[in-house]
Structures are given as C-alpha cells and as structure tokens.
C-alpha cells in the first residue's frame, strides 16, 4: 500500500506564503508523476500542478509565478511553495502521485487526505 501526508495547511492573509509538502510511503518501486491539485466549497476538485521526472511542471493559469512545485525523489516528497496568495486559492490541497509498487506491476494513482489553505483577512 501507498501512504500521501501532506502538511503544511493554514490560514494565511492575502499576501502571504505558505508551503505544503507531501511525502509517499510504504511500497513504492518507482513514482512517475507527484503534483496537487485543489477543491474549493462547491467547485470540482482542479489540477494546481503537476511534475514528472525530468519534465517540466505544468501549472494551472490562475497560480502562474505566484507557486512553485518542487521534488525530492531521495525522499518522495512534493513540495507547494505558494506566495502572493490570494482569497481565491481557499481550497483544500490534495497530493497526487502515479506510482508503481512493484516492477512487475503498472503505475496507479494515489490521493493524499488533503490539507486546508484558507487565505483571509
């Protein structure tokens, strides 16, 4: 099985940073992709960002030059650097990563419980 912690969460003024990390345990032969996405009260769940290895993170429109993703595959562990948030970023953060446990086996995707970003004044 494959575990997703995030850490990181709280209440923020606009303006203000935060940084989320996500560290993957338990069976893990190799990750493919680790990213977040978010669900703000009575929206669908939507893509942040996501990186593979070697490969240029894609980020949503809306959190361009304010976060910035970053990875430690010695630890299997995203990082959300936020900054310059915003009212608009309040959502609940959820870390994704494709994994695959075994080398005889396909990657699957996991779900961390998600962490709460609420930006306020």
């Known amino acids: 099985q494959v575990q997703l912690v995030e850490s990181g969460g709280g209440l923020v003024q606009p303006g203000g940073s935060l940084r989320l990390s996500c560290v993957a345990s338990?069976?893990?032969?190799?990750?493919?992709?680790m990213g977040w996405y978010r669900q703000a009260p009575g929206k669908e769940r939507e893509l942040v960002v996501v990186t593979t290895s070697g490969g240029t993170p894609n980020y949503v429109d809306s959190v361009k030059d304010r976060f910035t993703i970053s990875r430690d595959n010695t630890r299997n562990t995203v990082y959300l650097q936020m900054n310059s948030l915003k009212p608009e970023d309040t959502a609940v953060y959820y870390c994704h990563a494709i994994v695959r446990q075994r080398v005889t086996e396909g990657f699957s995707p996991y779900w961390g419980q998600g962490t709460q970003v609420t930006v306020s004044s």
């Open positions: 338990g069976s893990i032969f190799s990750i493919k992709a």
